[in-house]
T-cell receptor
C-alpha cells in the first residue's frame, strides 16, 4: 500500500530565504506526483504536476523535483514571501486503483516578515 | 481556468438529518471525487465517479452515498448525519487518464450537532 510522508510537519523561516519541502513515498510505481497549496479553511490549489518520466517542473519561484527510484520529491521555493505561508501537500497517483491520489499530511509553512 | 464549485461553504446540521453536498465543475471532466479532510488523518477519498451514473467506493464510503446524474454535477449524500461526520469536505475533478491534474473546490465545512 502506498504511503506518502512529509517531514517536517511545520516549518518557519524568515522572509527572503530559499527553502525546500520534502515528500517521500514508499512505492516507486507512480504515474505522477502533484504539489498543492492549501490556505487555512480553503480548498487545495494545484502548484506543480510532475509526470513519472520527468525529473523536475518549474513555475515562477517554485521548482519541484522527482526521484522515483529513491521515492522522493522536493519543492523548492525561492526568495520566500509572507504570502507563501500556507500548508503544502504532495500527492502521488499510481496503479493502486480508482485513479485516486494518495496524500501526505502536509507541511505547514510560515514565512516571517 | 478550471472551476470546481461547492455550493455550500458552511453547514450546520442535526444528528439524523439527511445532508446533500453539491459540486459542479465547468471543464467537462469525466472524473469527479469527494474527499474529507480531518486533522491528523489528512485527505481521505470517500467516493469517485468516472462517468455519469458511475461510481466507485473510495477508502471510507460508509455512511455516505453519491449521485452523478449529469457530467458536471456530483453530489455527496449523508443519509443520516452523525457527529463523526463533522469535517471539511472537498470535491475535485479531472480528465480521464493517469497523467492529468486534479482540481479542487473551496471545500464545505460541515458541523453535525
Amino acid at each position: 500500500k502506498q504511503e506518502v510522508t512529509q517531514i517536517p510537519a511545520a516549518l518557519s523561516v524568515p522572509e527572503g530565504e530559499n527553502l525546500v519541502l520534502n515528500c517521500s513515498f514508499t512505492d516507486s510505481a507512480i504515474y505522477n506526483l502533484q504539489w498543492f497549496r492549501q490556505d487555512p479553511g480553503k480548498g487545495l490549489t494545484s502548484l506543480l504536476l510532475i509526470q513519472s518520466s520527468q525529473r523536475e517542473q518549474t513555475s515562477g519561484r517554485l521548482n519541484a523535483s522527482l526521484d522515483k527510484s529513491s521515492g522522493r520529491s522536493t519543492l523548492y521555493i525561492a526568495a520566500s514571501q509572507p504570502g507563501d505561508s500556507a500548508t503544502y501537500l504532495c500527492a502521488v497517483k499510481g496503479p493502486q486503483g480508482a485513479q485516486k491520489l494518495v496524500f501526505g499530511q502536509g507541511t505547514r509553512l510560515t514565512i516571517n516578515p | 481556468d478550471v472551476k470546481v464549485t461547492q455550493s455550500s461553504r458552511y453547514l450546520v446540521k442535526r444528528t439524523g438529518e439527511k445532508v446533500f453536498l453539491e459540486c459542479v465543475q465547468d471543464m467537462d471532466h469525466e472524473n469527479m471525487f469527494w474527499y474529507r479532510q480531518d486533522p491528523g488523518l489528512g485527505l481521505r477519498l470517500i467516493y469517485f465517479s468516472y462517468d455519469v451514473k458511475m461510481k466507485e467506493k473510495g477508502d471510507i464510503p460508509e455512511g455516505y452515498s453519491v449521485s452523478r446524474e449529469k457530467k458536471e454535477r456530483f453530489s455527496l449524500i449523508l443519509e443520516s448525519a452523525s457527529t463523526n461526520q463533522t469535517s471539511m469536505y472537498l470535491c475535485a475533478s479531472s480528465l480521464q487518464g493517469e497523467r492529468n491534474t486534479i482540481y479542487f473546490g473551496e471545500g464545505s465545512w460541515l458541523t453535525v450537532v
